[in-house]
């Protein structure tokens, strides 16, 4: 009996070692106010062109400020023309900063912060889709400006992504600098909602040089990464079309896109901040960082 006191006491010490050995590697509360501000009513769902919209670039370039991203033309505001079957927008608005690394080479890191608008007199705040991308790759910039990274990091905050991946289209048609130097688009959208603890990395199918890297993120408590959802004959579960990093793979650029499984929420009135799950979502943004830091430390040839 005491044996086994004893072994038990053991095994907590252990967990609770390996528990502080996961490094911190965000602001959680910072997190959650990004998520929370971004998917608030006032923002009336982050359509593209609209009142809500600006109030959603408005908060972005205050992080960005904050953060300290350097800009392209002294701006961060990337301005295109959208043009959908449901609306035309004459001035859609791209957010880019970016942190110098050691090389030229850079990673661009994307996160739509478009989201549908209000439909039939009902608000869809987008809070999963996607503020909590944006809130990802905030903190995932405040991370390497901290960290000062090998790669050059772009940040790049997309509009018109729910009107045919507009903004990551606008962003390649005129990039702030030569593609051939984008070694990689890491593309976040939904990131807060799994029961499971369950996040995935979609595109290893198509770029498999990158698998050991993404094998090598360890579990954090609350989130756990998977691999997969990028192989043709997985039909509607292939989401190597579905979000921004398409616009990329189009141009044989390398992605990697992380994503939860599709839940009821999914573009759904029902997409607020009540409903995302504040313990996952900051361990789901950190497995993303990981992957970023592992990346940086091993600096592999990706193109
Ligand atoms: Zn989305």
């Known amino acids: 009996m005491k044996r086994h006191l004893l072994l038990a006491f053991l095994f907590a010490f252990v967990c609770q070692l390996s528990a502080t050995a996961q490094k911190k590697v965000l602001d959680t509360q910072q997190l959650l106010k990004d998520i929370k501000i971004l998917s608030a009513d006032s923002m009336a769902g982050r359509l593209s062109g609209t009142e809500g919209s600006r109030m959603a670039q408005d908060y972005i370039i205050s992080r960005f400020e904050q953060i300290g991203l350097q800009s392209y033309n002294n701006s961060y505001r990337h301005t295109f023309r959208l043009e959908s079957k ?3 927008v004459e001035e859609a608005v791209n957010l880019i900063g970016y942190i110098p690394g050691k090389t030229d080479k850079a990673i661009v890191i994307t996160a739509h912060y478009d989201h549908v608008g209000v ?11 996607n503020a909590s991308g944006v809130g990802g790759l905030l903190a995932t910039a405040s991370y390497f400006k901290k960290h000062k990274p090998y790669y050059t990091l772009i940040f790049a905050a997309l509009d018109g992504e729910e009107l045919g991946l ?3 289209n606008a962003f390649l048609e005129n990039p702030p600098l030569a593609l051939d130097l984008i070694q990689l688009n890491v593309n976040m959208d939904m990131l807060s909602i799994n029961q499971q603890g369950e996040l995935y990395a979609s595109g290893m199918y198509h770029y498999p040089a990158l698998t050991p890297y993404l094998q090598q ?18 039909g509607q579960n292939d989401w190597t079309k579905q ?36 313990v996952f979502y900051p361990d789901a943004a950190a497995l993303v960082i990981d992957f970023i830091q592992i990346l ?3 600096r592999p040839d990706l193109r």
């Open 86 to 88: 449901r609306l035309v």
């Open 119 to 129: 439909r039939d007199g009902e608000i869809y705040n987008g809070a999963d889709d």
């Open 166 to 168: 507009q903004g990551a």
């Open 217 to 234: 993120v360890a579990a954090r408590p609350q989130a756990r990464l998977l691999l997969g959802h990028d192989r043709p004959e997985q």
């Open 243 to 278: 979000s921004d990093h398409f616009q990329f793979h189009k141009r044989q650029i390398p992605f990697i896109y992380f994503g939860v499984e599709d839940h009821p929420h999914y573009h759904k009135p029902s997409d607020v901040y009540a409903n995302i799950n504040p």
């Open 296 to 298: 940086n430390k091993k």
